[in-house]
């Protein structure tokens, strides 16, 4: 089992930037990859980030590239994510999960994940 838990969501004018972080419990952290969705209201869950266990694979979508990164520290038991130049339409609720999966990757696809957060909402004003 793990569990995870997200913190640092709130309220942020267009423009302005957020932290998130997810702190994993349960399994040793540094064996499996991570990944950051959100749902939108009315809005299917979607892909947002992904680090892979090494660290050595990244992938974001298309939406935020530029202006979100994905990290994580595995001594802390940690990913984050920093969310820049945020805009109206990245109000969500946004979630970790973890993919237990042994390959290094860092995969788009919510299926792959086992293991999910219970999200913190990130509201932007415009």
């Known amino acids: 089992q793990v569990q995870l838990v997200e913190s640092g969501g709130g309220l942020v004018q267009a423009g302005g930037s957020l932290r998130l972080s997810c702190a994993a419990s349960?399994?040793?952290?540094?064996?499996?990859?991570m990944g950051w969705f959100r749902q939108g209201p009315g809005k299917e869950r979607e892909f947002v980030a992904a680090i892979s266990w090494s660290d050595r694979n990244t992938a974001y979508a298309d939406s935020v590239k530029g202006r979100f990164t994905i990290s994580r520290d595995n001594a802390k038991n940690t990913v984050s994510l920093q969310m820049n130049s945020l805009k109206p339409e990245d109000t969500a609720v946004y979630y970790c999960?973890?993919?237990?999966?042994?390959?290094?990757?860092?995969?788009?696809?919510?299926?792959?994940?086992?293991?999910w957060g219970q999200g913190t909402q990130v509201t932007v004003s415009s």
């Open positions: 999960a973890a993919d237990m999966d042994y390959r290094d990757r860092a995969t788009d696809s919510r299926y792959e994940y086992a293991y």
């Open positions: 349960g399994r040793p952290f540094s064996r499996y990859n």
